[in-house]
């Protein structure tokens, strides 16, 4: 029976993205390839960073053959960063006898190789591209919004103590009073 590995992730904590709308169809599919799903992997974070937790960890479990076939949504959920990068972690699981599949995009199946190369080095481009538009409207609705008057950030008056302690504020006002009672917050 093949071991089967799910990765799902979604980019916001909250509501209106959950994971199961991922995992639930996965394990169907995993179920209908004849499979044994033995980790399910889940992040809440951006696909434009690997620097995940779930990510490695699955990285780290497949350097260790604890699958053979890892399932993903869509390339777009496994990586949005780009042709080389989203290249070199599929070589990765594929030096270690990993495949990788995706439910919505049949033609990606790195067990087949020739078009699935193509087609995934263009895929790839295409998640880093709309990663780019996710960054665009962001800073578009946050222009829109100072148009508007709104206010964005701290609010007013709120005092930034990570910047303060890292400045060494906290370290001067304390020296300046001489009280053992003032100490910059942890």
Known sequence: MQKIAIYARVSKN?????????????RDYAKALGGEVVEEYVDLASGGNGDRGNF????????????????????????????????GY??????????L?????????????GLGQLLLAIF?????????RIVERTKAGLERAKRQGKRLGRPQGAKDFRARRRSGYYLRYANK???????APV
């Not at 960890?57 to 780009?82: I, N, P, Q, T």
């Open 101 to 113: 599949k995706s439910l919505q995009e049949s033609w990606l199946d790195t067990r087949d190789e």
């Open 56 to 87: 490695l960890r699955m990285f780290s479990d497949a350097d260790k053959r604890k699958f053979d076939l890892v399932l993903v949504w869509a390339l777009d959920r496994l990586s949005r960063e780009g042709i080389s990068n989203t290249l």
């Open 177 to 183: 009073k001489s009280s053992p009672k003032i100490q």
């Open 124 to 132: 790839s481009w295409v998640a880093q591209q709309e990663r780019k």
């Open 90 to 99: 599929l070589e990765r699981l594929k030096r270690n006898g990993v495949a």
């Open 14 to 26: 909250d509501e209106s993205q959950d994971p199961s709308n991922q995992l639930n169809p996965l």
